[in-house]
């Protein structure tokens, strides 16, 4: 493979980058789009390079960058209060997006992740937050509080006792205005 080590130096200091991203650096180098596609792909069957999405890759192993498959999308739900730290228990990530990608669970670079719709009138309330030495979007406590209530989830009284506190009763009630829609 030709341009495989420049390619990868570039990309691996990277979080994730797209095919296109790949397309864009391979072509100025003189690489074909038969050979870029090949080489994606052998990247990915040798375990080397992870497909997080449709045309999204990263050379990282690091369960923060999953999201990023998903644009638009934030961490949210129990996710997010592992983030926070509002409870001590690991929980698998919780994407919630606007994407027209399938909801559910499903497994990208070995982690089990769910996957959460939005409209676009629920996708707000969102902070960055350094988790996993990457800034990822993360629901605020509010709008996790909300979302927990929108997608029918029980939480246990000591956790909701917990979300509580951390919440802004004004804010809160904003919120709760604002996030009036049908889920997806």
């Known amino acids: 493979m030709?341009?495989?080590?420049a390619f990868a130096e570039f990309f691996?200091?990277?979080?994730?980058?797209?095919?296109?991203d790949a397309r864009r650096f391979l072509?100025?180098?003189?690489?074909?789009?038969?050979?870029?596609?090949?080489?994606?792909h052998n990247l990915v069957q040798s375990g080397?390079?992870?497909?997080i999405g449709k045309g999204t890759y990263t050379f990282q192993r690091n369960e923060a960058v999953v999201g990023f498959g998903f644009r638009p999308f934030y961490y949210g739900l129990e996710y997010a209060l592992t983030i926070r730290k509002l409870w001590t228990q690991q929980s698998v990530p919780v994407i919630i997006t606007k994407s027209k990608a399938n909801p559910g669970v499903r497994e990208l670079m070995g982690i089990r992740v769910i996957l959460h719709r939005i409209?676009?009138?629920g996708f707000f309330g969102v902070e960055y937050l350094n988790y996993g030495g990457l800034f990822v979007p993360v629901s605020d406590p509010e709008k996790t509080l909300l979302d927990f209530i929108y997608y029918g989830i029980k939480l246990d009284p000591v956790t909701m006792d917990e979300?509580?506190?951390?919440?802004?009763?004004?804010?809160l009630k904003e919120y709760a205005a604002r996030f009036s829609g049908k889920r997806d």
């Open 2 to 5: 030709k341009y495989e080590s």
């Open 12 to 20: 691996s200091k990277q979080s994730m980058f797209t095919s296109d």
């Open 27 to 40: 072509i100025r180098l003189g690489a074909s789009e038969a050979y870029i596609r090949l080489m994606l």
């Open 48 to 51: 080397q390079l992870h497909r």
């Open 119 to 121: 409209n676009e009138k």
């Open 163 to 171: 979300l509580k506190k951390n919440t802004n009763e004004s804010k």
